[in-house]
C-alpha cells in the first residue's frame, strides 16, 4: 500500500484516540483503517499501537513516529499549497526559445515590452539552437518556443500569435541588370537570394498559389538581415519579413515584385507543455504577445 496513505490512517488514529473515531474523521471504515495501521507496522517492523476492546493507545516508538509522520505530512501539504498557488501566479522565471530570424525582429521587440510590463517574470531568451522535434525544448528547460510553420504533435499545445507578413523584393540596381520580374515562373532565370531554411517559396493566395524551389542561388544565409543587406546591394531578388524591409521598401531602396499576387503571410506559433493546467505565467505571456501585435501592426505598403 501506499506509505503515505498508511501515515495518514495511522497519524489520524493517534489524534483522535481510536480506529471508529479517525474512520468517521477519515470518512472510511475502522476496519480498513485498523488494515492500514497492520500494514504500516509490517513495513516498519516495529508495534505502533497497543490495541484493547475499548481503546487505542500508542506504543512509545508509536508516539515517536506519530510525531514525525505528522511533520512529513504537514510538509508536504504546505509545499503542495505553495507550488499551488505559484502556478497560479504570474511569476517566477520564464524560458523562451526561438529561431533567430523571429527574434531578432517583431518578436523580440514583443518579449521586451512583456518584460518591462511584468517585472516579477524573470525572463530567459535564447535564440537559435532549436532541434527539429518540437517537444525537444521541454526536454532543454524551456517553457514556450517559437515557430512558423504549422505543427501537429499532440506532445506540446500550441496558440497563434500572430501573421508575419512576407514580401518578394529587390533594388532597382538588380532589376536595372537583370530585368523584372513580370511572373513566378520567371524566379528560374532570375539570381535568388534564399534562407537556408526557406528553399521553396510560395507565390500568390490560396488555390492560385504556386510553389517554386529556388536553383538559382546567388546568395544563402541563415540571416534575413543578411539577406536584406544583399538585396539592398543589388546581388538579386529575396523573400524578407515586411516589417525588417519596411523602411527600404518605403525608402526605395527595395522594390515590391509581383505586388497583384502578393506571398501568403507566415503564421506565427507559440508551443508549450501539455496539460490543461497551464502555468499563469505562461498563459499571461502567450496573451500579452497576441495583444502587442494586434497593437503594433505592420503599416501598409503603398502602390
Not at 121 to 134: A, C, N, P
Not at 236 to 255: E, F, M
Request: net charge neutral.
Amino acid at each position: 500500500m501506499d506509505r503515505l496513505l498508511l501515515m495518514h490512517s495511522f497519524v489520524t488514529v493517534a489524534q483522535v484516540g481510536s480506529f471508529s473515531g479517525a474512520a468517521r474523521k477519515l470518512g472510511s471504515s475502522g476496519s480498513l483503517v485498523s488494515r492500514h495501521v497492520a500494514e504500516l507496522e509490517r513495513q516498519i517492523g516495529v508495534r505502533l499501537v497497543n490495541r484493547t476492546a475499548r481503546s487505542v493507545s500508542l506504543t512509545e516508538p508509536g508516539h515517536r513516529y506519530a510525531a514525525f509522520a505528522a511533520r512529513v505530512l504537514e510538509e508536504i501539504e504546505a509545499e503542495d499549497a505553495v507550488i499551488a498557488q505559484s502556478h497560479d501566479r504570474a511569476e517566477g522565471t520564464l524560458s523562451i526559445i526561438c529561431p533567430k530570424w523571429i527574434g531578432s525582429l517583431d518578436l523580440g521587440d514583443a518579449i521586451a515590452a512583456f518584460s518591462a510590463a511584468h517585472p516579477r517574470i524573470q525572463v530567459r531568451f535564447e535564440l537559435g539552437g532549436m532541434s527539429d522535434r518540437t517537444y525537444d525544448f521541454l526536454d532543454s528547460g524551456f517553457d514556450v518556443a517559437f515557430h512558423t510553420r504549422d505543427l501537429r504533435d499532440s506532445s506540446v499545445r500550441l496558440k497563434k500569435i500572430a501573421s508575419l507578413p512576407f514580401v518578394l523584393c529587390a533594388a532597382q540596381t538588380y532589376l536595372d541588370r537583370a530585368g523584372l520580374l513580370t511572373e513566378p515562373n520567371g524566379l528560374a532565370q532570375h539570381e535568388c537570394l534564399v534562407h537556408v531554411n526557406d528553399p521553396v517559396w510560395r507565390i500568390g493566395h490560396g488555390h492560385a498559389s504556386t510553389l517554386h524551389k529556388i536553383r538559382n542561388i546567388a546568395f544563402s544565409s541563415n540571416s534575413y538581415i543578411a539577406l536584406q543587406k544583399a538585396a539592398v546591394h543589388g546581388r538579386g531578388i529575396a523573400l524578407l519579413p515586411q516589417r525588417s524591409a519596411y523602411d527600404d521598401l518605403v525608402a526605395g531602396a527595395l522594390q515590391v515584385l509581383l505586388p497583384e499576387l502578393a506571398v501568403p503571410d507566415r503564421p506565427l506559433y507559440a508551443i508549450y507543455g501539455p496539460g490543461q493546467n497551464t502555468p499563469r505565467k505562461i498563459s499571461v505571456f502567450l496573451d500579452f504577445l497576441a495583444q502587442w501585435f494586434t497593437q503594433n501592426p505592420i503599416p501598409a505598403l503603398r502602390p
